[in-house]
C-alpha cells in the first residue's frame, strides 16, 4: 500500500513485470523517495510467463512456484527503493515465437479500453503529478511492455475525463506523461568505450554487434542525476534473484565508470500539460534548450 502526503508530489511508474522497476528508472525512484516524494510502483502483470535467468535460481521447486516467487521478489525490491506498490491483477503473455498466439487470458490479448480501467482507478486513487512509463516500442519488442505502453497513455487521458469509467472514482489530470529511455544503444556504446580506456575489458562488444535495426531512440529532453542512488537501484535488482544474475549482463560494469560517463537515467516527455504550456510536443520544448533536470520541473512551489 502507498500512503498520500496532501500538498506533496506524487510520482507513478507503470512496469510490465516485477524487475521492470529495478532495471528502468530505478535509481531516480530512490532520489525521490529519499526527496520525500510519493512514488508509486504499477505492475500490471505477475511476471508468471517469465524466464528465469539466473542460472542458481533455474531449479524445479523455483519454476514450480514461480509466481509466487516473483511477487516475493517484488515485496523485497520495493522495500529497498522505499516506493509502494500495486499489481494490477494481469497475467503475463509470456514471449511467444514467431506465428505463435498469444495465450488467451494474457494482459496483451486484452482490449487497451479493459485493461486500462484499472489504472485509471489507481491513477484516480495516488492522484500523481507526473507518470512514467515506456514508449511505444516497449523499450524492447514484448508484447507486455508495448501494451504497457498503450494502457499507460489510455489511462493517462481516461483518468481526466468525467465520462469515462465514471464507476473508478473523481477525475484526475496528471500534469506529465515521460517515456524511458533506458538501456539505450548510447549507454552501452558508452560504456563499452570507457572501460578498456580504464583498463577493464568490456563484455558489451557482442551485444553491440547485434543490436537490431530499431527505430532511432526519442530525444533526451530529461536527465535525472541519479548516481549516489545506483548501489540503491542495484540491490533492488539484485533481489529479483530469478531474473539477475549477479556479476553477469548489467551487474558486470564497474560502477565507478558507469557514475564518471553517464551519472543519470534519462526521459523523454511526451506530454505536458502545465498551465499555460498546452499539449507542447517535448521535440519543440527542449530542442533549443537545456536538458530539464527534474521530472517535476514547472510543479514544485
Keep these: ?125 495516488f492522484r500523481p503529478h507526473v507518470v512514467v512509463t515506456y514508449d511505444e516500442t516497449g523499450g524492447y519488442p514484448h508484447p507486455d511492455h508495448v501494451m504497457t505502453h498503450r494502457v499507460t497513455v489510455e489511462a ?46 568490456s563484455a558489451m562488444g557482442e551485444l553491440l554487434a547485434d543490436w537490431p535495426d530499431t527505430p532511432p531512440a526519442l530525444a533526451t529532453t530529461t536527465r535525472i542525476t541519479c548516481a549516489e542512488q545506483f548501489a540503491v537501484r542495484d540491490a533492488a535488482l539484485l533481489a529479483h534473484a530469478t531474473q539477475v544474475e549477479p556479476g553477469a549482463a548489467f551487474m558486470a560494469h564497474p560502477r565507478d565508470i558507469e557514475r564518471e560517463v553517464w551519472p543519470t537515467e534519462d526521459y523523454h516527455l511526451a506530454r505536458c500539460l502545465l498551465p499555460g504550456a498546452g499539449e507542447v510536443p517535448a521535440t519543440e520544448l527542449y530542442k533549443t534548450g537545456p536538458y530539464e533536470t527534474d521530472l517535476f520541473s514547472g510543479l514544485r512551489s
Design 1 to 125: 500500500m502507498f500512503t498520500k502526503h496532501p500538498g506533496g508530489l506524487r510520482l507513478l511508474t507503470v512496469h510490465a513485470h516485477p524487475d521492470d522497476e529495478s532495471s528502468k528508472g530505478a535509481a531516480t525512484l530512490a532520489r525521490y523517495v529519499a526527496e520525500g516524494v510519493d512514488v508509486l510502483v504499477a505492475t500490471c502483470t505477475g511476471g508468471e510467463r517469465g524466464s528465469v535467468l539466473n542460472p542458481a535460481m533455474d531449479r524445479p521447486e523455483v519454476w514450480a512456484e514461480l509466481p509466487r516467487i516473483r511477487r516475493e521478489e517484488m515485496a523485497a525490491a520495493r522495500d529497498i527503493l522505499g516506493v509502494g506498490q500495486r499489481f494490477l491483477g494481469f497475467t503475463d503473455s509470456g514471449m511467444p515465437g514467431p506465428g505463435e498466439p498469444l495465450p488467451d487470458d494474457c494482459f496483451a490479448a486484452q482490449e487497451v479500453e479493459v485493461a486500462a480501467a484499472p489504472l485509471v482507478a489507481l491513477i484516480r486513487e
Design 156 to 201: 493517462f487521458e481516461a483518468a481526466a475525463d468525467p465520462d469515462r469509467h465514471p464507476e473508478a472514482g473523481e477525475p484526475w489530470q496528471a500534469a506529465k506523461l515521460y517515456y524511458h529511455l533506458a538501456l539505450s544503444r548510447a549507454w552501452f556504446q558508452t560504456l563499452h568505450d570507457a572501460m578498456p580506456e580504464q583498463g577493464v575489458p
